[in-house]
């Protein structure tokens, strides 16, 4: 059994100013205002038309990110409607192969110290479920019978591709302090990476 912090990833390079200068170019045309387009006038466009709720514009660029955690939080990401998304399969990952370390990996709670007794009643529920689950795999059972006892606990990995305005709905609703504690855990640190790729797009975004 393996235990692990969540944690994402950039699936590709990004040039958060290319993104907006971009952005300035497909939003002028509204305007027909391209004349206007300097070297340095896309960040005070993107900041204008934000303002204006706009966010249509903002459509144009999109990111893709490979989240790590747990089934629990994917169960959540996947509800935001405009996005793509690849995710590891239960049914065909067979986590007694040497590829996983023949070992089930389950995400930290964020909410339990690891002295706590609810911390040692979570461990202890988790190798149980391992035990069982490659005792069902012995026993014959496909990866999709046996995925039946895995938990909302279990490691997942999931590649999430949205555009900009789909983003910054999604930090808006889970950075909240309404947000579940563990989509808080990984959905902070993402935005704030966002926002030191890409200028002005997710400044006004406060938790």
């Not at 629990?72 to 690849?86: K, L, P, T």
């Not at 504690?181 to 990984?186: H, L, N, W």
Request: proline share 3%; charged share 30%; aromatic share 10%.
């Amino acid at each position: 059994m393996r235990i692990i912090a969540p944690f994402f990833q950039f699936m590709q390079e990004i040039n958060g100013r290319e993104m907006i200068r971009n952005i300035e170019r497909c939003g002028r045309t509204c305007y027909k205002s391209e004349n206007l387009i300097t070297d340095t006038s896309a960040e005070t466009f993107v900041t204008n038309i934000l303002k204006r709720g706009h966010e249509s514009v903002i459509e144009h660029e999109k990111v893709t990110v490979r989240i790590i955690c747990d089934r629990g939080v994917s169960h959540e990401i996947v509800r935001h409607r405009i996005a793509s998304y690849s995710q590891e399969s239960t049914r065909y990952c067979n986590y007694q192969k040497d590829k996983f370390g023949n070992e089930l990996t389950f995400i930290k709670p964020v909410f339990w110290e690891e002295n706590s007794k609810e911390y040692i009643l979570w461990c202890d529920m988790m190798q149980k479920i391992e035990d069982n689950y490659m005792k069902l795999i012995d026993m014959g059972a496909s990866p999709q019978e046996a995925r039946s006892i895995l938990p909302n606990s279990l490691k997942t990995e999931i590649v999430v591709t949205m555009n900009l305005r789909e983003w910054r709905h999604f930090f808006r609703l889970r950075t909240a302090e309404a947000a579940h504690p563990q989509m808080q855990e990984i959905a902070r640190p993402m935005l704030e990476a966002f926002k030191e790729q890409i200028p002005v797009v997710f400044d006004d975004i406060r938790y």
